[in-house]
């Protein structure tokens, strides 16, 4: 049994250092997806975890934030946190440094979604459509005016043709909640035109919840890719933490991948261990672990 040495841990961390205690030795950088992950119930980030990340920064090791998000509604949670390093946008179609300057860019090529977006349309399914300054709304709608009222997302409208004179990043089709699922099978009536994205790692489906859509290739697990590239970094040298299916390739090409207690069936099975606590307790759990070894 590996033990740690200081403050005393809980038996949730002891666990992981039991299980995992050699390869957390080895990791330099931990990256994390947000909602659902980072983010606790109420979509923010407890105390305890913020001082956990400090915590961890000062013993040498990284943290920076993975989202399907666009960048300027993760800025504020990087600077909450204080961190230095670049973050993973728009599940790995923008990398965006510290300062404002997009690091890598995999944008989407608008003539391949129109014919998907305009027959969603027809439904009147939700459309967000993200570029690297901000997410576009194609319906204005009930649900739309809500989101801005949170103070987190702006979602200004933008008609389908205008996104040829915009470099597109994400589609995001949502047809889950009334008053836009207008038909009880969800995007299920979308099949014929999701079939050209399907196998590609730029398509996921959360079943006949939503899609997202990026450049072909492009994934969480390919911007932490280009990430580790910029720092200088190896996969071994990662541990990455998530939720849900637009985390499963990244929490698989990690390091070490793990999925927090309310991850989706198909994420804990792709990660390398299921941990104890629930949303951000879950990544506490990591960052208490990593300090406890080096304390």
Request: aromatic residues 6%; contains cysteine.
């Amino acid at each position: 049994m590996i033990r740690s040495r200081g403050a005393r841990v809980s038996r949730a961390v002891e666990r992981l250092l039991e299980r995992w205690g050699p390869r957390l030795a080895e990791i330099r950088l931990v990256v994390s997806d947000m909602d659902g992950t980072l983010l606790d119930r109420n979509g923010e980030v407890p105390p305890a975890t913020q001082a956990a990340v400090s915590s961890l920064r000062s013993t040498g090791v990284e943290f920076t934030l993975v989202s399907g998000r666009p960048p300027y509604t993760m800025y504020p949670t990087a600077e909450l946190l204080d961190l230095e390093l670049p973050f993973i946008s728009y599940n790995g179609g923008l990398i965006m440094g510290r300062d404002g300057r997009a690091l890598d860019s995999r944008p989407l090529d608008p003539r391949r979604i129109e014919p998907l977006l305009r027959r969603a349309v027809d439904y009147g399914f939700e459309i967000l459509v993200g570029t690297p300054e901000d997410e576009y709304t194609i319906l204005e709608s009930p649900w739309v005016i809500d989101r801005r009222k949170t103070g987190i997302y702006r979602h200004p409208q933008m008609n389908i043709e205008d996104m040829h004179h915009h470099v597109i990043l994400k589609c995001e089709i949502i047809g889950y909640r009334p008053p836009f699922q207008t038909l009880p099978e969800g995007i299920a009536v979308l099949e014929a035109e999701m079939a050209p994205f399907v196998g590609d790692p730029g398509f996921v489906r959360y079943g006949n919840i939503c899609c997202e859509i990026m450049g072909p290739g492009v994934s969480k697990a390919t911007g932490l890719e280009h990430l580790l590239d910029l720092l200088g970094l190896t996969a071994r040298e990662v541990l990455a933490i998530g939720d849900n299916t637009n985390d499963n390739d990244m929490l698989a090409a990690a390091g070490l991948g793990m999925a927090v207690q309310n991850a989706s069936l198909g994420t804990i099975a792709a990660a390398d261990y299921h941990l104890e606590g629930f949303f951000s307790d879950g990544v506490l759990e990591v960052l208490e672990a990593l300090v406890a070894l080096r304390s």
